[in-house]
Structures are given as structure tokens and as C-alpha cells.
């Protein structure tokens, strides 16, 4: 006999083709009829409410008197909360956000006195390979999912799942999804005929006797009736022992069996018996690069400089930053951020990201201004100041708006040493739309608004340096010559010939032909999948070069190439072979003199509709793999998978293709040599059939619907609603960020280096004595130069915060590579503890520290 686990539940989007406005009038609504009915009978429960806390602050913003019944029925462990804040995407959302969701969430929990402790993740769009580590840095040991897994990896649906790092947790999936047991019947007869055959989908993979039947669906009732039916079907039949369960009575059971289990290490994004929609990666790029700005600025700029002003006295703000994450988690659902919403919800969530990174700015402002405050001028001038978050010392170059009436301008150091700078662009400004103490002007005061690049030499670690803009000077240094006929420094050259780029890597006379080759092709698909037609035609921006010109600076030289590429401007169009529309793309390519790397900004004048932009780098790397970065670890991928051979006979939901996510960067190598990408905000690459060598970095793709039945690469039904989506087509100006290392000495502690300098900025501020808003004086003084801590390790900067609950910092970092690096503390005033992302004590310290592992110290 086979003991059947009923887990009642609902699963709940906040937004989808629904706003989180609907959604929450229908919260109100499901929970006073789940409250009502759970006290009316005190033998039902437990029930999930999703694995995710933000519910019950939904429901309490609108029905606040009802805490006290929801707590009961919490206490009583009738309902079942938490862990996470937020159900989240776990491929494209950046690693402090999903240790964040995990400890906010756990904290609700802790406010209410009880926490479901499993990882239940039932609908993300497959799985990361680094999720058994962030579920057992919060002493969590089991977790249930649903989409990627397949038996092709692992042969049951119970399984150990190890991390890359070691860490492990006793997995079970929902094969068939967790509504494959939604809306049951219960009269005896219909409940007798309907549960069979989906138990027998459920015992096909199962490792042991122990069944899992979930109970429930998307905004799903409440199927208060289903517990006594399946009582009273226990009385009529020998097969089945039904009990009513939660998944941790079942992963009990499921250890007490005493069944040998399989084990596996890695991702699982195989759609063979659910789709993960592979495209996703890429729909709405505006979104995705929004919320990559936002995270990054919030945890590698925001954090740590409240941190340096909390040591130097500051108030830390901690329920402002924790609003901020937690709004920005709000988008980070499944749907929110893939974008796969109706065009009015992908509003709602770019507006959030939109409306966090103001708040986040405006923080950051008001913080540099009262530290500038603080400095005593040590020269003339207005005072700048430079911050460096990351926790060794560095030399940057920043990017910095002046405003100024004077053609002439010096920027000097504490020391009144001349600085370097390139002027990038300039405007002529009226201030009055700047000052407020301007705007009751009569006549507009016209000053040059300039963006410079400053080379800022030396800077501390985690923190500031002071220099001073003097105006009516002149710049102290000599300008280059200006003429040029390719870019080059001391490490690699890049020439133009007839529009075709080629890079050399001068340190191992590598030579990349054809590199940042722009390609346009078909996609007919929808927000979830990418689906270019049998015979796509492709067209690339060979030929079409229509201006380029080179410049030489103080600090870096440029390449502007304007292209204007004949080409389709719709699916219809495309499919006649007619040319009838122009792709403008501009790219400013831009070599600095100090630097191992090519910057690369792109732009583009998207009037196209149904369509893919990609921007290629042949390698002539010849590997069955590659690399590409995933929260807080590197992973290894086959190139082409081989299931693409299998897919259509064996029916698969959808086709296994080499579209892949990626956190910023893709990597392909081959021993010493080899060419990587780091992106700011762009999660696809490709390594296209008939091109491994190639990696093709996707820009932005350009749908017009919500979804869409029977697609090539995924047939049948469509995926969410088939809803015009007007907005995913894109229209408009786009602009892409993006840096080109080759690599001469493989994956070495200096192409880290330089992977790590590029993502994390420095940042700097003009201290212009006049604000937007106006603040008391502080009455504090602050050095002019100011260093938090310094770490003097090989791992990456993911933060440096305030603790969550108490009166320390908490910094972390994590192994960007395949090989363990050495546990190195870092130096810093006060007591130092390792810690969990739970920002508990470790059992032991991890030395050295593996492939994939954050650490992160607590320092007193």
C-alpha cells in the first residue's frame, strides 16, 4: 500500500495577466473564506500559503483586523508561512536579492512565530544549480519544485541536490506540477475515478511508497471539502493509506523509509515534461536591465557607503534600504521579471524598479552631500568626492557630471596634484531647471554641463577620497595627439577594416576576426518563447557601416561606428524577403589605456516589430562547453545540448535550446586562451547550432503577444493567455552596456580582477554648495580621505551593510571561479565573525573557501 501525502495550498501571482490590484481584491475574498472555514472545522490544515510572506502583507494592508485570527491558525501550525518573502525567479535575479528574500522572509516568520522550513519553489522557469546552497546558508534541508527536472538528469523525483559548493538538501519534485490534483470532486465515486490515474503519473518516478498529491492552483479556493473524501475513500479501497500531510510529514516519512536516494549536482532547465519557456531570458530586456542597475547600485553602491557613514557617525536608514528590497523583490516573481504580463502589469513592474532607483539615488545623494559637509577643504575649489565600494584599494576611472561657467577647469588631489580627466560630452545647461534657488529667475543662467571621465588614483578601500574641481584653471596636463588609425595599448589592438572588427590580444598574439558582428533575425514567438521559423533569414550588419570615426583621450581612445542595416520590418515582411524598414545601431567602442578590456556601449533605434538582436564574438574556440556566471558561482554548460536531437520524437514541451541565463557574464576557453563577456543587465547568450565557437550575446527580442499557440520550438496549447502585448515589441531607443575580455593566462586571479573592476564602479559626486533639497548642518567632521576596512582576498564583492539585527556591518563575498580560493579575514576595526547568509555563526569556517560559496563576515 502507497501512503498519499495530501498538501493543500494555493499558488498565488501577485500579477500575471492581472494586476497585483486585482490580485489582492481576490486575496481578501480567498483568505476570509480560508480563515472562516478552518475555524468552522478545526480538523483541516495544514494549508500553504505559497511558501512566500508577501500574502499576508497583501491581505493585512487591506484587512488589518484580521491578524488575529490568522495568527491563530499560524501558532496552531494550521497554516503553513513562509520561507521566502517573495516566490523569485532564481536564473536572472542577482544573488543579494535572493539571499535578501530569504532573510526577510524568515524574519515575517519569526514576527508570526512559525515558518515552513522547505525551499518550496513551485513555478520558477527551471532551476539554479546554486539553490541547496542559499536553502542551507538558512539551515533549511529539503526543498520541493516543479519545473527543469526531468529523468534524464536524475532518475527519481526524490533525490539529494548538492551545490557547487558542497552543500546539499533532500529534494523531492512535483513532476507533473503542483495543480496536478487541483479542483478534485468529493463525491466517492467521481473522487474514486479521478485520483487513479493521476496517482500513478505521481508513483512513476517516485523513489519510495510515499506520494506526493498536491492540492491546489493558481488564486485557487480553498478544497475544504477534499480531506474528509479522501477519509472516507481510505474505507473503500486497499491501494492508497490517504493522510492528510505537509511537505515536511513528508520528507519525514520519506528519510524514515530508509530508501537509497539518487543524487545530483547542477541546474536542471530541461522542459521535457514542463516548459521553462528558454527565450524568457530575454523578453523585455528593459526590465531585466532596470532591475540589474537596481540591484547592483542598492548592494555594491548604496549599502556600503551608508555603511561608511554609519562608522563615521550617519544615521543608517536600514527600514528605508529593507523597503527598497523588498519593492524590488515585488517584481522579481517569475512572471514580474520575465515579462511574460500583459503590457499594463510589465508598467507596474518597471515603475516599481523605476520608482526604487530614484529612492535609492536620492539616498545616495543626500549621503555624499552631508559627508562633503563634513570634509575640511585641504585646497580651493568645490570639493568632489570618490567612493570606491570595493574593499581593497584601486585606481578608477568615474564618470562625473559638472556643471560649470568656465571653459577651463582643473581637478586636482588632496595633495593639489593636477588629476587626469576626458571630457566624454558636453551641453550647454540653464541651472534654473536645476537649482531651486534659481527657478524665480527672471533669465535663464546658461552654464556648460560636462560628462568627464576622472582618473582617480589610489583610492581606499570601502571608501572615499576628497579632490577639488577648480574652475578658471587650466587642466594641468597635456592632451594626446588626435589622430589614430586603429585602438591600441599595451595589451590589445582593435582594427576596422570595411566595417569588420578585429581584436588581437597582443599579450598572446591571439587574433579575433569579425568580433561585436550585429545580427538581426525572426522571432515569431511570444513574452515566453523566443521562436524563429524553420529557415530563419538572418541579416548582419555587414556592409552597412555608414560612418565611423576614431578618437584619441587622456584616458581612453574611442571608435564610434553608426550602422544602417537594410532590413525587414516585420515577420510578414521578413517571410517575402523584403527590405523596408532601417536598423540604426550606433556603437561607441572605447579602449582605455589602462586596461585589458574593450567598453562597448550600444544603441539602438528599435521602429522593427517581431525580431532579434544579437551582437556575435567568433572565437575559434573548438570545446564541447562553456562557462557563464550564476548567483554566486560559475557553472559549466554544453554548448549545444544534446537533447535537441531527441526533443520532437520524444514530445517534449518544448525544445531544449542553447538559449542560456547568465547573471552578467558568458565565457568560452580553451586551456590559456579564450574570450569573455560581461554584460550590465543583459541575462541571454547563445551558442548558435552550427557556430560553437560563437557567442552571441542577445540584446533585446521583439514580440507582439502575450502567448501564442503552436510555435515551432514549443507546440500545443499557448503558454499564459493569448493577449496582445503591444509594448514587448519595443519600440524606441535602447541602450546596452557591455565589456570584451580575451583571456592569455586562462582563468587566472587577473581576469577575475578585471571582471570584478569593471562591474563594480566607482562613484562620484560634485559638492556644488547648492541642493535640490536643503538639510540642517550636521555639525560632524570627517577626514578627507576614509577607508572602512580593506580585504585583501581573491573573492567578489557582493556587499557591505548594515546587519540585519544588530549594531554590526556585514560583509560578503564569493569564489567567482572553478578552483577553492584561501579564507582570508578581512582588516577592519572590531570583532570579526563568520557568519551564514542568515548572518548566523558557521559551524566551521570554510578554508579553503569552494567554487560557488559566499562568505560573509560579521564585524563588531
Not at 376 to 389: M, T
Not at 618 to 624: G, R, S, Y
Not at 786 to 797: A, I, P
Not at 815 to 840: C, F, K, R, S, Y
Request: net charge negative; proline share 7%; with cysteine.
Amino acid at each position: 500500500m502507497k501512503t498519499v501525502h495530501l498538501v493543500q495550498h494555493t499558488h498565488w501571482d501577485r500579477e500575471w495577466y492581472f494586476t497585483e490590484n486585482d490580485s489582492k481584491v481576490v486575496l481578501y475574498y480567498f483568505m476570509l473564506d480560508l480563515l472562516t472555514r478552518m475555524e468552522q472545522d478545526e480538523t483541516l490544515g495544514p494549508f500553504i500559503l505559497d511558501g512566500q510572506t508577501v500574502m499576508l502583507e497583501d491581505f493585512l494592508a487591506v484587512a488589518p483586523e484580521q491578524r488575529e485570527r490568522l495568527q491563530k491558525l499560524v501558532t496552531d501550525g494550521r497554516v503553513l508561512i513562509g520561507p521566502w518573502y517573495t516566490q523569485s525567479d532564481f536564473l536572472v535575479v542577482g544573488a543579494e536579492s535572493i539571499a535578501r528574500n530569504l532573510l526577510f522572509g524568515l524574519a515575517d516568520c519569526k514576527a508570526w512565530g512559525s515558518y515552513m522550513p522547505v525551499g518550496y519553489v513551485p513555478d520558477s522557469f527551471g532551476q539554479s544549480a546554486q539553490l541547496p546552497m542559499f536553502l542551507s546558508e538558512f539551515a533549511i534541508d529539503s526543498a520541493v519544485i516543479w519545473r527543469g527536472w526531468c529523468e534524464r538528469d536524475v532518475a527519481r523525483s526524490e533525490f539529494y541536490w548538492h551545490a557547487q559548493g558542497g552543500q546539499s538538501v533532500l529534494t523531492a519534485v512535483l513532476p507533473w506540477g503542483y495543480g496536478c490534483a487541483k479542483w478534485l470532486p468529493t463525491e466517492p465515486e467521481k473522487l474514486g475515478e479521478a485520483l487513479p490515474p493521476i496517482l500513478e503519473k505521481q508513483a512513476r518516478f517516485s523513489a519510495t511508497d510515499h506520494l506526493l498529491l498536491p492540492n491546489g492552483n493558481d488564486q485557487s479556493p480553498f478544497e475544504y471539502g477534499v480531506p474528509e473524501a479522501l477519509e472516507r475513500l481510505n474505507t473503500r479501497q486497499q491501494d492508497y493509506c490517504f493522510k492528510r500531510s505537509s511537505f515536511s510529514d513528508f520528507f519525514s516519512a520519506l528519510r524514515a523509509s530508509g530508501e537509497s536516494l539518487p543524487e545530483w549536482r547542477g541546474e536542471l532547465l530541461s522542459p521535457k515534461y514542463m516548459r521553462i519557456h528558454r527565450g524568457i531570458f530575454s523578453t523585455r530586456a528593459d526590465i531585466k536591465q532596470l532591475n540589474a542597475s537596481l540591484e547592483q547600485f542598492l548592494s555594491q553602491t548604496l549599502e556600503p557607503l551608508l555603511a561608511l557613514g554609519w562608522r563615521l557617525g550617519l544615521p543608517y536608514p536600514q527600514h528605508a534600504v529593507e523597503t527598497l528590497w523588498r519593492e524590488a523583490m515585488k517584481s522579481h516573481a517569475h512572471d514580474s521579471i520575465g515579462g511574460c504580463n500583459s503590457d499594463r502589469v510589465n508598467q507596474m513592474v518597471k515603475g516599481r524598479l523605476q520608482s526604487g532607483k530614484e529612492s535609492a539615488r536620492q539616498l545616495f545623494d543626500l549621503n555624499m552631500k552631508m559627508l562633503a559637509e563634513g570634509i575640511e577643504a585641504r585646497q580651493q575649489g568645490k570639493k568632489i568626492l570618490v567612493f570606491n565600494p570595493l574593499p581593497h584599494t584601486r585606481d578608477a576611472e568615474v564618470s562625473l557630471t559638472l556643471f560649470t561657467p568656465e571653459q577651463a577647469f582643473r581637478i586636482v588631489d588632496e595633495n593639489g596634484n593636477a588629476c587626469v580627466w576626458q571630457l566624454l560630452n558636453e551641453a550647454p545647461q540653464d541651472m534654473s531647471l536645476v537649482v531651486q534657488e534659481l527657478s524665480n529667475s527672471t533669465s535663464p543662467t546658461w552654464y556648460r554641463k560636462c560628462q568627464i571621465l576622472l582618473a582617480a588614483r589610489d583610492l581606499p578601500a570601502c571608501g572615499y577620497q576628497t579632490f577639488y574641481l577648480q574652475e578658471g584653471e587650466s587642466a594641468g596636463f597635456a592632451l594626446p595627439e588626435p589622430q589614430i588609425d586603429a585602438l591600441e595599448n599595451a595589451w590589445l589592438r582593435l582594427e576596422i577594416n570595411s566595417g569588420v572588427l578585429t581584436l588581437i590580444d597582443k599579450r598572446s598574439g591571439e587574433v579575433y576576426p569579425h568580433i561585436l558582428r550585429l545580427v538581426d533575425g525572426e522571432d515569431a514567438g511570444d513574452n515566453y518563447n523566443y521562436s524563429p521559423p524553420e529557415e530563419d533569414w538572418k541579416i548582419t550588419g555587414d556592409g552597412c557601416l555608414h560612418h565611423s570615426k576614431l578618437e584619441r583621450g587622456p584616458l581612453k581612445d574611442t571608435l564610434l561606428l553608426d550602422w544602417r542595416i537594410p532590413v525587414p520590418v516585420d515577420s510578414a515582411s521578413r517571410r517575402a524577403r523584403r527590405l523596408d524598414a532601417l536598423l540604426e545601431v550606433t556603437l561607441t567602442v572605447s579602449l582605455p589605456h589602462d586596461r585589458a578590456w574593450l567598453d562597448v556601449e550600444i544603441e539602438v533605434n528599435n521602429t522593427l516589430r517581431d525580431h532579434r538582436l544579437q551582437v556575435e564574438l567568433p572565437t575559434d574556440i573548438h570545446q564541447a562547453f562553456h562557462f557563464a556566471d550564476q548567483p554566486f558561482g560559475l557553472i559549466q554548460r554544453e554548448n549545444i545540448p544534446g537533447e535537441l536531437a531527441v526533443w520532437r520524437q520524444e514530445n517534449w514541451t518544448e525544445a531544449p535550446a542553447s538559449l542560456w541565463p547568465m547573471q552578467s557574464l558568458a565565457l568560452l576557453h580553451e586551456r590559456q586562451r579564450g574570450l569573455g563577456v560581461v554584460t550590465a543587465g543583459l541575462r541571454e547568450y547563445e551558442i548558435p547550432v552550427g557556430q560553437p565557437d560563437t557567442l552571441a550575446i542577445t540584446l533585446f527580442r521583439c514580440v507582439g503577444w502575450l502567448g501564442q499557440a503552436a510555435l515551432p520550438w514549443r507546440p500545443g496549447r499557448a503558454s499564459g493567455m493569448v493577449l496582445p502585448s503591444p509594448d514587448s515589441q519595443m519600440p524606441g531607443i535602447h541602450r546596452f552596456h557591455l565589456a570584451v575580455l580575451p583571456m592569455n593566462n586562462g582563468q587566472d586571479g587577473a581576469f577575475w580582477h578585471a571582471i570584478e573592476q569593471w562591474r563594480t564602479p566607482a562613484s562620484g559626486y560634485l559638492d556644488t554648495g547648492w541642493s535640490r533639497f536643503r538639510t540642517n548642518p550636521h555639525g560632524r567632521n570627517f577626514p578627507s580621505r576614509f577607508s572602512v576596512l580593506n580585504w585583501e582576498s581573491q573573492l567578489h564583492f557582493s556587499t557591505l551593510k548594515k546587519a540585519q539585527n544588530e549594531e554590526a556591518l556585514l560583509l560578503r563575498g564569493w569564489n567567482p571561479g572553478l578552483e577553492p580560493l584561501e579564507n582570508i579575514a578581512p582588516e577592519a576595526d572590531g570583532l570579526l565573525e563568520q557568519v551564514t547568509l542568515a548572518e548566523l555563526p558557521v559551524g566551521n569556517s570554510a578554508d579553503p573557501v569552494a567554487a560557488g560559496t559566499p562568505i560573509s563576515w560579521l564585524i563588531r
